[in-house]
């Protein structure tokens, strides 16, 4: 692997991994909660954010953009728990009228704007554009990463992931025990004085942290995936908390790199000129995991419980 | 909702608390629950004794655990007041253990007993603290007084009902308070369990400790309990139960639900 690894492969096989894995950490706990459609309504309500946020401001910066998907997430969990009270509806119904309501809206916004000279679409809400995020600067294939002047022309994308990925990932393991108390038992940490609603609202807006993070990079589809199948899958292989959050990062690495890898070259192999999407591919590769796991995995007794959480 | 903003006062600005007994392990005074419109707890007043084994009794939708809750402060109350020991409940937190209900969890998350048992270790370890060796020893003892310590390692999915309720148990003994509060410990156990639990329960009574359990089955009470608390949603009465166990008190609780040949078969005061 030289100088075209490098300048091709590498920065959106990363891209994806921190992705994946941000999405995948406060997918357990969601999980484990039942409330893994929280990360699949975040990642719907994103795309009116963004386009309300290009609207106003003329630009698909990456800042506006942030603050308009943050805002859109933000209305959205109000307007959930707004409809649960005053319609008295069950949650998760509540939830699928709003992100399915205001990701039509998206839509719709998107339609009637002008963002042809822009790249902003919903195939691009969709699957993102984690092929072009690539890195034509490391011309020197390996030493480019100790080039100051080709790592100034990194991807945005890239530093924006990994730190997302890493702010999870220390959010994660310095709440680790007050998050797996307050999941596992909501009534005996409420009375040894957890602040149990404070701990469910920050797991929230770090999954959603991580929805708004990944999804200018690698789109909705892969957001979804990753906040479900690697936990699911990994829930399915042990029964320690512990071991299922590491294999939901190993098995989201795992999915990131080898969808990557198959959209890119798995056609050739076939024997077709064509590549296929990579967000498609990474999403379809975490679901065969869990597939698997579901089939093979020792502890598969809660399969209903994790495909249908 | 904390039990600071709970705090009533009397209108020459002292607060009512001054009222509550500071020996009783836990008090309460007007304390009101309400789900939506209909009021769960109406004006409750309730005063446990110290060193005793108190029940809390009334039919199902009486507002039982809902009283537990609430004293906990779990669910917030539209009013009332709660001393544990004199004390609000943010300053007593360490001196209370709660064993909720076994059917309020889900069994299947991907823990283990020993786990679980150290839960009730969290205060003293925060955030990082290591479990050290007699962290994990305290644990242990915990789970040897309920006779589970062989299930330590074991898959908390594992257990039966009654080794549940014990695990339940053994993490509020692990605790090492001086308040245990208990939702229906016996709800569904086996004979086994329920024995090794009021064992349980009466050890902690000799060393001078409180307890106070949610309990449904009346033909227990004299045997089990010395203070009986009537409650279906407002305060029913309460005493010791050689003297406020009558088939008066259980009438007026339970209205017209309990038949006069469920009455012909408890131990009941003055009978």
């Given at each position: ?66 603050l ?27 939830m ?16 009637q ?6 790249h ?131 098995f ?20 077709f000129?064509?590549?296929v ?27 209903g419980?994790?495909?249908g959480? | ?61 009486a ?5 537990l809750k609430?004293a906990?402060?779990?669910?917030p ?27 309020s ?12 048992v150290?839960m ?14 007699s962290?994990?020893?305290?644990a242990?003892?915990?789970?040897d ?20 309720q ?73 005493g ?29 005061a003055?009978?």
């Open positions: 692997m030289g100088a075209e690894f490098v300048q091709f492969s590498l920065t959106p096989i990363l891209i994806g991994t921190f992705a994946a894995i941000a999405c995948a950490l406060p997918g357990n706990f969601l999980i484990l909660r039942r409330q893994a459609l929280i990360g699949d309504a975040i990642s719907h309500v994103v795309l009116p954010g963004i386009v309300v946020a290009f609207l106003l401001t003329g630009t698909v910066a990456a800042l506006p953009m942030l308009g998907a943050g805002g859109a997430a933000l209305v959205a969990v109000v307007l959930i728990e707004a409809i649960r009270r005053v319609g008295r509806i069950e949650p998760g119904a509540a699928g009228v709003v992100f399915t309501a205001l990701f039509a809206g998206g839509v719709l916004l998107l339609e704007s002008d963002t042809s000279r822009v902003l679409d919903v195939e691009h809400a969709l699957m993102g554009n984690l092929e072009t995020l690539i890195w034509l600067r490391a011309g020197d294939g390996w030493a480019s990463l100790a080039d100051p002047v080709a790592l100034a022309h990194l991807p945005d994308e890239l530093p924006r992931m990994a730190v997302a990925a890493a702010l999870i990932a220390a959010l994660t393991v310095i709440f680790w025990r007050p998050l797996k108390l307050s999941t596992f038992d909501e009534g005996f940490a409420r009375a040894i004085g957890l602040p149990v609603s404070a701990i469910g609202l920050g797991l929230v807006i770090a999954a959603a942290v991580a929805a708004v993070a990944a999804f200018d990079a690698v789109g909705s589809i892969i957001v979804i995936a990753m906040f479900i199948c690697p936990p699911a899958a990994a829930r399915l292989m042990t029964n320690s908390l512990a071991r299922q959050v590491w294999l939901s990062v190993g989201a690495t795992l999915s990131a790199v080898a969808g990557y890898v198959l959209a890119g070259y798995g056609p050739l192999w076939l024997g000129d064509n590549a999407s990579a967000a498609g591919m990474i999403a379809t590769v975490s679901g065969v995991i869990l597939g698997l796991a579901c089939l093979f995995g020792p502890h598969r007794r809660r399969v419980v994790a495909a959480a | 909702m904390t039990a600071e903003t709970l705090t009533l006062a009397a209108t020459d600005g002292t607060a009512t608390a001054a009222g509550l007994d500071p020996s009783s392990p836990l008090a309460v005074r007007g304390l009101t629950v309400s789900y939506g419109e209909k009021p769960a707890l109406f004006s409750v007043d309730a005063t446990f004794p110290a060193g005793a084994m108190s029940a809390i009794v009334g039919p199902n939708g507002g039982k655990s809902t009283f609430a906990l402060g779990l669910i109350a539209v009013s009332g007041e709660v001393r544990i020991f004199g004390a609000p409940l943010s300053a007593a937190r360490d001196r209370i253990a709660y064993v909720p209900q076994r059917a969890i889900d069994w299947d998350f991907p823990t283990t007993v020993i786990d679980v150290l009730g270790r969290y205060r003293k370890l925060g955030l990082f603290r290591r479990v050290s060796r962290e994990r020893a305290a242990l003892e915990a789970l007084r309920v006779g589970m310590e062989a299930f330590a390692d074991r898959q908390i999915g594992q257990l039966s009902g009654g080794q549940q014990r695990v339940f148990l053994a993490r509020a003994l692990a605790q090492e308070a001086e308040l245990y509060l208990l939702d229906e410990p016996f709800a569904g156990v086996d004979a086994a369990t329920e024995k090794a639990i009021i064992d349980v329960l009466k050890s902690l009574k000799a060393q001078g400790k409180s307890v106070i359990a949610v309990h449904h089955d009346l033909s227990t009470v004299a045997d089990y309990f010395d203070h009986v608390f009537f409650v279906n949603v407002r305060a029913m009465g309460e010791p139960v050689d003297r406020a166990f009558t088939p008066g008190a259980l009438a007026q609780t339970y209205g017209g639900r309990l038949a006069a040949t469920h009455l012909d078969q408890l131990t009941l003055g009978g």
